[in-house]
């Protein structure tokens, strides 16, 4: 049985080399020739030793997951259905912007979180992610655009907001991440990189000592705990008390901040009275807030709310100098837009 490539980082491909008799300094020939030149035949490699030839012959895979299914909108977003080894699946959808892409990742098949306004949510947990599977979806998502839209096919953005908690899959997000900002990696800016968390304290916790300087982003969705524990239920256990002082420590530089994300629902969360408490809440943090009307999906009982609604609650946040957007709904309509991503 060989292992896959794509779990080690830089450090843990050189220890793997030196354990199978290798020496260390071949993982950078090894990373720069699969991450940067997307190729998966090493012996073609200058500098590459017999004996990591052998190595990687006998020992590692460079599988990706397969496409399983693609669904392409008319905004040009897609859709990724992808199926890994044991035939499980997940969604990986990638957003145009300005001629290049973010991505979004999934985590975990399913989620243990349930919140209530989620599709994946629904479904509970079946398991978390490797690491291997965290970036097969971003290498084979890039594969498909190179083939397919060879002149706008550049990924600069990750945002893990596809199925799952990333943070109660930590171990495997911070080395998919290492490897998305290595400079032998992927080579991504480490700004342009968010996690996105529904406030699960054990891995924000680990967060402020171990994770790279990437961008975080809360899912808020409210500021009262009684209405922000009916949506994300681990709220009860993990209450905005605990979780917003602990992000407000993590270190932000200049292009970092942290992301507060509100779905705003239809008579539930949208009114002028919520929008003042959220404001007092962040007013004097280094917040930035991104509205999200609901994308309704089957079977839910939230609703979206009007135009007029989002606006207003918009220029009340606003008032306190608190920068904020409403995010532009993309790929909706194949219900590839925030908490509409699904597994089965
Ligand atoms: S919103 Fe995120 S954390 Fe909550 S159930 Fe959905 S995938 Fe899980």
Known sequence: MTASFFQFSLD????????????????RLLFNWHYKKNKVTPCEINGLSTKTKEVVNSYLNFNLPLIDQIQTSEDRTVKFLFSFQDGKKVETVIIPFNQKYTVCLSSQVGCAMNCSFCYTGTQGLTRSLK???????FLAAQTW???????????????????????????????????????????????????????YLPGLLRWKDEMPSVNIALSLHSPVDEK??????????????DVIPLIEQFPQGKKRFVTYEYLLIHDFNDSEEDALQTAQLLVGTKAFMNLIPFNPFPGTKWKRPSTERIQKFFEIIESFKIPVTIRTTKGDKILAACGQLNSL
């Not at 843990?12 to 993982?27: E, I, P, R, S, T």
């Open 228 to 241: 922000r524990s009916q949506l994300i239920p681990i709220n009860k256990k993990y209450p905005l008390k």
């Open 131 to 137: 690491t291997e599977e965290i970036i097969g979806q």
């Open 145 to 199: 655009l190179t083939l397919n839209r060879p002149h706008d096919n550049r990924i600069l953005n990750v945002v893990f907001m596809g199925q799952g908690e990333p943070l109660h899959n930590f171990d495997n997000v911070k080395t998919a991440v290492e490897i998305l900002i290595s400079q032998h990696g992927l080579s991504l800016a480490d700004h342009k990189i968010t996690i996105s968390t529904s406030g």
């Open 12 to 27: 843990g491909l050189k220890n793997y080399l030196v354990q199978h008799g290798c020496n260390a300094d071949q993982a």
